[in-house]
């Protein structure tokens, strides 16, 4: 039976995703006999008690409580007929009875899908539906997605999606598993055949995808579920996945480190930290001798990239970006106008100077062009905060919580890969994988061939500011004034180095050297075989550092900072 109820609801939506939008919306009370005709048009999942709905339903959404109501985008209006709005509820509803099947195999923690039912607006002329749960109070996270990512490192979420896999006969899976806790809502069921559950069921593809991606973990371990099915198959079924390690007991790790990119000819791999090598000369651990110092702009300097080994480009909170020829005393080539903000962000690639600007934009410049703009890429909804590129693909950051992949083909967007739940603020690039640092304290590691998520690293208490990388070593600071070394062989944190007194804002890699910049105004010098610090620059910059960037053919660190200022120092 219906239930009728008045509704408050808000005329702007609060949040949105691919495709739905949602709004906070209030009870003002529900008749639980109701007149309304309500055509009964879609059957709800035979395993639910109608009337224990209904009563639930009474219960939950009597006056004045707070729920969410999630209407279909008019991007998404042609594919959302009626009958869709009763298959998404129903497909929460299925989830809800998953959830306390997996309560009953008593994991460390159990787990609840809310209610969810379907509401018909008969006020709005014509009438329109929605979906309508109750409001979740608490810190919202995703720890899945619907296409394979990995959101977290959080083993009850990544169980679950499992263990619906296995006692479904590998039929289908449950994921995009978010919510407040364990507490989750707007989950999606991929099903071996396709059919049902909505415009989010991806098929044997979106069983695929969290296949590929999931790493068995405690709780996989504990429920009994078998470790050892990774990697689906065109059947649907699961393959052993060999070719990847298992490590700390029950966690199965991807195998990465033959698709990282090689280390350069004159490099040597060792083990960081490890004092395998031969010690740095006494004499030579002092500091760095600044052999030229200028003044590039009078606002902050922001970012340093190169062109050629040749030229030097520097961006400005000013909106330009200077390029300086080293080989004429540096003497001015060109300025880049046209950004409206500051440009935050740098780099290039063997065609093109890529800008990327707190006006959202991100520009595209030709150096075989006398430096022309001959593109404008402007998909962000936030200040552009890093960029990364190789010769197939720009990738670049944003407060928006995304890092989008541009093709560079034809200078178009190619994917967004939306999992961090904060501003993303480094880019790291290395073979076939991407490194993405945010404010939610998250690095998230990316195979590029999939663009998927294949791990995340957690460990640092503030903001994760910059990434390099060495071999098999990442390496990530942050402002919690510290510099973490991460081993990629099995992703283990193995040194935290606390490095400043404030906040680490940048570093570069050069050989045994690690080079870390900071708001406190220094520049220090590590030694990567022992970890000590060689040289220290109390007071490289007047301000605090904003970038550096090591000239491994001149042997020279380039760095900028706030105080508009490029230094160039040598040993």
């Known amino acids: 039976m219906p239930l009728t109820i008045r509704v408050r609801m808000d005329k702007k939506p609060f949040a949105e995703g691919a495709l739905r939008e949602a709004f906070y919306t209030t009870s003002l009370g529900v008749d639980p006999v109701g007149d309304h005709p309500f055509p009964d048009q879609y059957p709800l999942a035979p395993m639910v008690d109608l009337n224990t709905s209904k009563n639930e ?44 099947k ?61 263990f619906t896999y296995e006692q479904s006969s590998k039929q289908l899976i449950i994921v995009d598993i978010q919510g407040v806790e364990d507490v989750y809502t707007d989950p999606q069921i991929h099903t071996i055949d396709g059919k049902g559950y909505g415009l989010g069921n991806l098929g044997k593809n979106g069983i695929s995808q969290f296949l590929n991606s999931h790493k068995c973990n405690a709780v996989c371990a504990l429920l009994g579920l078998d470790l050892s099915v990774m990697g689906g198959t065109s059947s649907g079924a699961g393959t052993l996945r060999g070719k990847h390690k298992q490590l700390r007991g029950t966690m199965i790790m ?18 960081v930290g490890a004092k395998t090598l031969s010690p740095i000369d006494a004499s030579k651990k002092k500091e760095l001798k600044c052999t030229q110092t200028i003044q590039a702009f009078r606002d902050r300097a922001n970012a340093i990239c190169f062109i050629d080994n040749r030229y030097l480009c520097v961006s400005s909170a000013d909106s330009n970006t200077k390029v300086y020829d080293t080989q004429k005393g540096y003497e001015v080539k060109t300025t880049l106008q046209g950004h409206k903000k500051s440009v935050e962000a740098l780099c290039s690639n063997s065609k093109y100077l890529f800008t990327g600007s707190a006006d959202n934009i991100i520009k595209v410049w030709d150096p075989k062009k006398d430096y022309a703009c001959i593109k404008t890429l402007a998909d962000h909804n936030g200040e552009i905060t890093a960029l990364v590129a190789n010769e ?6 944003s407060h928006d919580k995304t890092v989008k992949v541009w093709d560079l083909n034809n200078l178009g967007e190619n994917k967004s890969l939306e999992n961090h739940t904060k501003s993303v603020k480094c880019l790291c690039l290395s073979g076939r994988y991407l490194f993405s640092g945010s404010n939610d304290l998250m690095i998230y590691v990316w195979d590029l061939t999939t663009m998927t998520c294949v791990f995340s690293l957690e460990g640092h208490e503030e903001w994760v500011l910059a990434l390099a990388i060495r071999g098999n070593y990442l390496f990530s600071s942050s402002r919690d004034n510290t510099v973490k070394v991460w081993d990629l062989t099995d992703f283990r944190c193995v040194e935290t180095i606390k490095a400043h ?71």
């Open 392 to 397: 197939k693909y720009l990738f670049s950051a």
């Open 254 to 271: 991807p195998d990465i480190l033959t698709d990282l990119a090689k280390l350069p000819p004159l490099w040597k791999p060792f083990k």
């Open 102 to 162: 997996f309560n009953q195999s008593k994991p460390p923690k159990k787990i609840e899908f809310l209610c969810a039912w379907v509401l018909e607006l008969v006020d709005r002329k014509p009438p329109i539906l929605c979906a309508i749960e109750p409001l979740l109070v608490g810190e919202y996270k995703k720890n899945n997605s619907n296409y394979g990512a990995v959101l977290n490192a959080r083993s009850t979420p990544q169980a679950f999606s499992h």
């Open 501 to 571: 007194y404030d906040a680490v804002s940048c570093m570069v890699v050069a050989d045994r050297l690690l080079f870390t910049g900071s708001e406190d105004n220094s520049i220090k010098v590590w030694d990567l075989n022992d970890l000590s610090c060689i040289a220290n620059m109390v007071k490289s910059h007047n301000l605090g550092i904003k970038a550096l960037y090591w000239r491994d053919n001149e042997s020279q660190l380039v760095s900028c900072a706030c105080d508009g200022k490029l230094k160039i120092w040598e040993p």
């Open 57 to 100: 339903a009474c219960k939950q959404l009597t006056n004045g409580t707070r729920f969410v109501s999630k209407t279909y985008k008019k991007s998404a209006e042609k594919s959302a007929t009626r009958e869709l709005y009763f298959e998404d509820v129903k497909m929460q509803i299925v989830c809800r009875e998953w959830g306390q």
